[in-house]
């Protein structure tokens, strides 16, 4: 009885401490998704300001990132866009997308997605988290623009300055000296700023081809119509030109760059012949200041071939083999899975966060904006739909 007494005089003193009752709040919080933690946030002014402090949303999006569960595949197709659980390929996960208008995805990196959307005849560009459902629209540098110039848009994080930053490229094909021009849009600053290089890009696609933490990279032909890798460091805002080894070229079936396990990489598939198919993962190492190093990591033998592929953060690839549906394959385990999209236009890694800019705002719901754009028709346009659908009735003979 008396050391009943003892243990219950000891819980009491455990639960009186707020320090240690705050750690244990904390500890659940960093572990719960990002749709939960905005509900708590309405609980109390409490839990509101521990889930909105910034030391919070980072410490939660480093957890979150760590977690293989947690990671998904933003889905392009053109029409239906969606997120896609990597552990659980089948499930597709509705999103509420902050534009109607067509646009173009350039890269997403710790829950922020970066879009390029067109609004009548003006370009504009959108910083979205589709966890949070909010999203910031901005408008590009206003510059002549012309057929004689190549355009790539990019995206990257630079944690030192905490900031998030989007790049245009524009290259002058008829300029000489050849001249390349890199706008920078920062969101801690919110303005532009402008460098020139003396080069000529010409980028693989009209956005970045890789996003890695403080780096950006892009595909492109240079002058001589060499293959490329540029390198953009958003530290210093300066452009690195790597050449890219010649036998990843000639000697295989195609390459693809990636972020492989944090750090940019090449997969280069082969097929030398039906039923010996090989993708190897191949980074660069910095030699000195101004030669580099290709060296194969690793290499991943299959029993199949298959026409494209886009590679994922956690060593995961996307493979589609017209025409069967595209799949997810691991390339460890050897495990794969259908995703019921078809076609793919693009896709890119995934996972959610709390991370809000500057200027932020609701995205409101897309159905209800249709359905009240639907409600405020003509009248006459309202009797027209009705009286088809009951011909249609008629037909049928309902």
């Known amino acids: 009885m008396i050391l009943s007494l003892k243990k219950m005089k000891n819980a009491r003193r455990i639960t009186d401490n707020p320090y240690l009752v705050n ?7 960093l572990r719960l998704p990002v749709k939960t933690l905005l509900r708590f946030k309405c609980i109390c002014k409490r839990y509101c300001d521990l889930i909105s402090s910034p030391w919070f949303i980072t410490l939660h999006r480093k957890i979150f990132n760590s977690e293989p569960y947690n ?23 509705k999103i509420n997308e902050p534009c109607t208008s067509n ?26 988290n589709p966890s949070i459902n909010q999203f910031k629209m901005f408008p590009p540098m206003r510059r002549q623009m012309t057929r004689y110039i190549d355009v790539s848009m990019g995206f990257g994080y630079e944690k030192d300055s905490d900031d998030y930053k989007v790049m245009r490229v524009l290259s002058y094909k008829t ?19 402008v460098r020139k290089f003396d080069v000529h890009l010409k980028m693989s696609m009209c956005r970045c081809d890789v996003i890695v933490e403080g780096f950006t990279y892009w595909v492109a032909k240079d002058l001589d119509e060499s293959t490329v890798l540029v390198s953009f460091d958003l530290s210093s805002d300066d452009l690195r030109l790597i050449p890219v080894r010649e036998s990843l070229i000639t000697e295989s079936q195609s390459f693809e760059a990636t972020n492989y396990h944090g750090s940019f990489a090449l997969l280069v598939y082969s097929s030398p012949s039906e039923f010996k198919a090989c993708l190897e993962v191949w980074m660069v190492e910095d030699v000195s200041a101004e030669a580099y190093r290709w060296q194969k990591k690793f290499t991943f033998r299959m029993d199949f071939e298959f026409s494209s592929h886009w590679g994922l953060t956690g060593g995961d690839i996307v493979v589609k ?13 050897k495990q794969m ?18 991370v809000s800019i500057e200027g932020f705002k609701r995205i409101r719901n897309q159905q209800k904006v249709r359905r009240r754009r639907n409600d405020s028709l003509p009248q006459k346009n309202q009797q027209d739909r009705a009286n088809r659908h009951i011909a249609e009735l008629r037909d049928l003979n309902v």
Not at 23 to 29: K, M, R, S, T, Y
Not at 105 to 119: P, Y
């Open 321 to 333: 083999n017209a025409p069967n549906m595209p799949f997810l394959f691991n390339l460890a385990t």
């Open 71 to 93: 990671h998904c595949i933003l889905v392009q197709t053109g029409e239906i866009n969606r997120l896609i659980r990597i552990q659980n390929p089948g499930c597709l996960i």
């Open 103 to 128: 646009y173009t995805v350039v890269g997403s990196i710790n829950g922020l997605v970066c879009l390029v959307t067109t609004a009548g005849s003006r370009k504009l560009i959108c910083l979205w």
């Open 23 to 29: 750690e244990i709040v904390e500890g659940i919080f």
């Open 337 to 354: 899975s259908v995703i019921g999209i078809n076609p793919i236009l693009s896709l890119f890694n995934y996972t959610e966060s709390l």
């Open 175 to 193: 300029v000489w000296p050849p001249t390349t021009l890199l706008e920078v849009y920062s969101t801690k600053l919110e303005s532009w700023t």
